[in-house]
């Protein structure tokens, strides 16, 4: 159920952090000019190793951190007058996040059946009479059957897979436009990684949900979104339809993502090698090309001048000097 509505769109985002106490002067750049659109019923993944910023970047659009500059545009109207215009609590209501650990963000104490009236209550999203029907029509769609055997329970008493569909039950309650999905297969277990990935694609395809989905791993980036951006230190390195990105990539550490992943066959993942000291801290004043370091074709134009997007196709865009 993909349409050309713009949901999202983010423009030059930047996020500085303090280094420590000292002056204020002294900040890292975790987030630098990071632009995408995101459409009606549309996945983008971000895909980068650990620090590249891609937490940070979803936070901003949950309004946990203020962006340091940038624009964010929520369907078509900047973000601060959205809020204006219809509230904190609507747009979070519209833009939902789930995490990577299941369990650390249920409450140990309550019912599957409170965590998901709650949000339909706060967001007085159905009369008090109605919310029970509710809660089981949301977890029959999340695949948590015997619904009401199910709402019963505590979630310790569940999977880590069963809890991340409760997570989404949770998530598709308010009924959102875009569901920001952190790393939210990475702590379960193999087996039931992919029906984790094939619910999140029913509910893009038939619901009409967005997704940002943040991962390590772009192998599950290509089989759940359409769309690919891969960051390093906070930048936006490549980017476009996922078959281009890892089908045909072109900077250099795309490349070194995709060798990482394990081919059919062969056991076991490679790690990608990384020196201490090779992972640049990025300042606001910092120039060049932030992958200089690790990279294997890199010239003194790269250690000195950050690359423009190269287009390669009508949808794929990459920040090298070789290309
Ligand atoms: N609240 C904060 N204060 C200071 N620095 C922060 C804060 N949050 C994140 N950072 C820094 O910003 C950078 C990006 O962090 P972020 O959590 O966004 O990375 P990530 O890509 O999500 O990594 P991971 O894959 O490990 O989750 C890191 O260097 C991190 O230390
Ligand atoms: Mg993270």
């Known amino acids: 159920m993909q349409s050309n509505e713009v949901i999202l769109s983010v423009n030059n985002l930047v996020k500085d952090f303090p280094l420590g106490q000292s002056a204020k002067s002294n900040v890292m750049r975790a987030v630098n000019d990071v632009s995408f659109e995101l459409k009606k019923g549309e996945a983008l993944a971000i895909v980068g190793e650990s620090g590249s910023g891609k937490s940070t970047g979803a936070r901003i659009l949950t ?37 990577q650990d299941p369990f650390g963000s249920l409450n140990p104490v309550h019912t599957i059946y409170h965590h998901i009236a709650r949000p ?32 019963e329970k505590f979630p310790h008493e569940l999977s880590g897979g069963q809890r991340q569909r409760v997570a989404i039950a949770r ?3 308010v009924d959102p436009e875009v569901i920001l999905a952190d790393e939210p297969i990475s702590m379960l277990d193999v087996s039931v990684r992919l029906g984790i990935l094939n619910l999140m694609a029913d509910l893009k395809d038939k619901h009409g949900i967005s997704f940002m989905y943040i991962t390590h ?56 090698m ?25 010239s003194e134009q790269c250690q000195t001048q950050m690359p423009e997007p190269v287009q390669i196709a009508p ?7 070789n290309l």
């Open 171 to 173: 998530a598709l309650a």
């Open 315 to 321: 949808e794929h865009f990459a920040r090298c000097h």
């Open 63 to 99: 309004r946990i951190y203020d962006e340091t500059s940038g624009n964010i545009s929520f369907k078509g109207v900047p973000l601060n007058t959205y809020i204006e215009q219809n509230g904190a609590l609507e747009y979070a209501r519209q833009v939902q996040m789930i995490f």
């Open 217 to 272: 791993d772009i192998a599950t980036a290509r089989y759940f979104a359409e769309k690919t951006a891969v960051m390093y230190v906070g930048h936006m390195v490549e980017w476009g339809a996922s078959d281009n990105v890892t089908q045909n990539p072109q900077h250099p550490y795309s490349k070194l993502l995709l060798s990482a992943v394990p081919e059919a066959g062969k056991a076991g993942r490679r790690e990608l």
């Open 120 to 151: 339909l209550l706060i967001h007085k999203r159905a009369a008090k009479e109605a919310v029970p029907q509710l809660v089981y029509d949301l977890l029959e769609l999340v695949g948590l059957s015997p619904v009401k055997e199910t709402a």
């Open 274 to 298: 990384v020196k201490k000291g090779d992972i640049p801290l990025w300042k606001p004043d910092s120039v060049g090309c932030p992958f200089y370091m690790r990279c294997p074709n890199a």
